[in-house]
């Protein structure tokens, strides 16, 4: 069998979706009488959904977050977040063009993202073509995030592909662990939310630098 799918994350893979998350953050947290958060701080955040988001913006500004604390900040950003997450968010330079060729070529493609998968299916239908993805897929309460296999898993499945048939694409921590506990191959992308330099010292499976590698490592398999 050919390693002929990939399962991407978004923000940070597909999407630059920093300023309308800051932006939404920064609200909620001005409404609740703290100081409107960095664009560094968010790309340093950002990962793990969007509880783990707000947990270290309050513990950034108050030292401590209770869950108290950090579910009104939550429920504030996501209002925030509704209507505001396409207002900046865009296609990284090149991804456009290679996805395009990917499914050219027959590539199986999928999105699976720790965004709330409202949000997850809401972005990718507004700027991305339906039939490029197969599995769109975000958070959600019946399943565990990643770096938990369970979900990438579930979707090799739904492609037909055996794990190990699997690029798994993202720009974090999270998504290397992820493609390593899914017996997939694991894909870091430069151009996201992470410094290069802490990428390769994840020791992933590969490193690209620009969204045309994507059609390199199709070619490769």
């Known amino acids: 069998m050919t390693r002929r799918a990939f399962i991407l994350d978004l923000d940070g893979t597909l999407i630059d979706s920093l300023e309308d998350l800051r932006s939404a953050l ?14 560094d701080d968010v790309m340093r955040w950002i990962g793990n959904g969007v509880s783990e988001l707000c947990r270290q913006a309050i513990l950034h500004q108050r030292g401590e977050a209770t869950d108290a604390m950090i579910d009104t900040i939550r429920r504030s950003m996501l209002i925030a977040y509704d209507a505001c997450c396409i207002d900046q968010t865009r296609p990284y330079d090149g991804i456009n063009e290679a996805m395009a060729a990917l499914i050219r070529d027959g590539r199986r493609c999928a999105v699976l993202s720790n965004k709330s998968d409202n949000f997850t299916r809401r972005i990718v239908e507004a700027l991305f073509p339906s039939e490029w993805f197969t599995v769109v897929r975000g958070a959600r309460d019946d399943a565990p995030r990643k770096p938990a296999p369970d979900v990438a898993l579930w ?12 690029f798994f694409v993202g720009d974090s921590e999270v998504d290397i662990q992820t493609a390593r506990n899914a017996g997939m191959i694991s894909v870091a992308v430069t151009w996201g939310f992470r410094e290069p330099e ?3 010292a994840l020791d992933p499976d590969h490193v690209i630098e620009h969204p045309s590698a994507l059609c390199a490592l199709a070619e490769m398999a």
Not at 26 to 39: D, F, K, T, V
Not at 155 to 166: T, Y
């Open 155 to 166: 979707i090799a499945g739904r492609l037909g592909v055996a794990p190990g048939d699997c």
């Open 198 to 200: 802490a990428l390769r």
């Open 26 to 39: 920064s609200r909620a947290l001005i409404e609740h009488e703290m100081c409107a958060a960095s664009r």
